[in-house]
């Protein structure tokens, strides 16, 4: 993005070679103006990277109210939840509701805030856990002072600001106590032997849920060696082929703690093809309690986060403080949901 200092419109018409008063109606669409015209002034602005604040500030005068919202992709339950949840609402507020999705890709999801805020998208929500390293967090810092200079808002939905001077808003979940309280359930049902499956060494969302893994170990005596992170990112396949290699391998463990309910899903898939049972041989218990994961077999004891929630709240705090921008951050709890997954381990007489 291009530096976010406020370009008047007398700028643009100088450089463009015009009226101020032409500018205006360019800009606005709502006048006749001759092509070659048009066509000068719209370089001038991009040029200058007015476009933006144009949109910005016709939208504060009445014009349309948009919340743009990017997420990894939409096939994913969570993710797909908190869309829901923003959409719905934006709808309370009659604002409309555009979804982007990146695949992971910075570069794209680069392109899409910088359209969205040519567009003068009023909140720019961008969605999930990610690896915060230097490229992400100098990313983020253009990102939130070229909208926060157009007149729009940025908001992070699930991840922490990398700085909390920029002027970000943040909304997310308490990851780590939800793991610690996930963890803590397999161990007061005499579980010692546990494995944390889909660790992302670097993702803001993972980092936090091993980390409440770890501290529920240590609250219960066990050792740092008693810990065993498998680093295999998240998905039903992930947890598939994840699942297998531990069972072949010669690791002794009576329960899975997954980074999330696909891992699980295929965790257990895996644990099926392998002849055993859950919760009989392996208890497995996972993370977001996804709309299927009472479906599992057995279903899936889990960590119920709010995922549309989630999206409603970043857009219900986005308007209800509206100056309160600069590190401002809401922070909201998770829940066990206890179903058949799980079973006590017995105890030698």
């Known amino acids: 993005m291009k530096g976010t200092g406020r370009v008047t419109i007398r700028e643009v018409a100088e450089r463009a070679g015009v009226s101020v008063a032409t500018v205006s109606r360019v800009l606005?669409?709502?006048?006749?103006?001759?092509?070659?015209?048009?066509?000068?002034?719209?370089?001038?602005?991009?040029?200058?990277?007015?476009?933006?604040n144009a949109h910005a500030r016709a939208l504060v005068g009445g014009g349309r109210n948009t919340v743009a919202v990017v997420l990894r992709q939409v096939t994913s339950p969570f993710y797909a939840q908190v869309a829901e949840g923003v959409e719905a609402e934006a709808a309370t507020h009659g604002w409309l509701c555009l979804v982007g999705t990146t695949g992971g890709d910075p570069q794209r999801e680069m392109e899409f805030v910088q359209l969205m805020r040519e567009e003068g998208a009023r909140l720019v929500i961008l969605v999930g856990g990610v690896v915060e390293d230097d490229a992400y967090r100098e990313r983020?810092?253009?990102?939130a002072e070229a909208l926060d200079a157009a007149g729009s808002r940025l908001v992070l939905c699930g991840r922490p600001a990398p700085d909390p001077d920029l002027p970000v808003l943040v909304v997310e979940f308490d990851n780590e106590a939800?793991?610690?309280?996930?963890?803590?359930?397999?161990?007061?049902?005499?579980?010692?032997?546990?494995?944390?499956?889909?660790?992302?060494?670097?993702?803001?969302?993972?980092?936090?849920?091993?980390?409440?893994?770890?501290?529920?170990?240590?609250?219960?005596?066990?050792?740092?060696?008693?810990?065993?992170?498998?680093?295999?990112?998240?998905?039903?396949?992930?947890?598939?082929?994840?699942?297998?290699?531990?069972?072949q391998g010669r690791r002794e463990f009576t329960a899975v703690v997954a980074g999330d309910d696909m891992v699980a899903a295929g965790a257990l898939r895996a644990i099926a093809d392998g002849g055993l049972r859950v919760p009989e041989d392996i208890s497995v218990v996972g993370y977001n309690d996804i709309p299927l994961a009472e479906d599992f077999s057995p279903p899936l004891t889990t960590v119920r986060t709010p995922a549309e929630e989630l999206g409603?709240?970043?857009?219900?705090?986005?308007?209800?403080?509206?100056?309160?921008?600069?590190?401002?951050?809401?922070?909201?709890?998770?829940?066990?949901v206890v179903r058949g997954s799980v079973a006590p381990v017995e105890r030698p007489s």
């Open 140 to 143: 983020v810092a253009r990102y």
């Open 312 to 336: 409603r709240a970043a857009v219900r705090f986005a308007l209800r403080d509206p100056e309160d921008a600069a590190g401002a951050r809401h922070l909201l709890g998770t829940h066990i």
């Open 178 to 247: 939800g793991a610690r309280a996930i963890t803590g359930h397999l161990l007061s049902a005499g579980h010692r032997r546990i494995v944390f499956l889909g660790g992302l060494p670097g993702n803001t969302a993972l980092d936090a849920r091993v980390a409440g893994y770890r501290a529920a170990l240590a609250e219960h005596g066990l050792s740092e060696d008693a810990a065993y992170v498998v680093d295999c990112g998240l998905g039903r396949a992930a947890g598939l082929r994840a699942m297998t290699e531990l069972l």
């Open 28 to 52: 606005s669409g709502n006048y006749p103006v001759p092509p070659a015209t048009r066509t000068r002034v719209l370089r001038a602005a991009r040029a200058l990277d007015y476009v933006a």
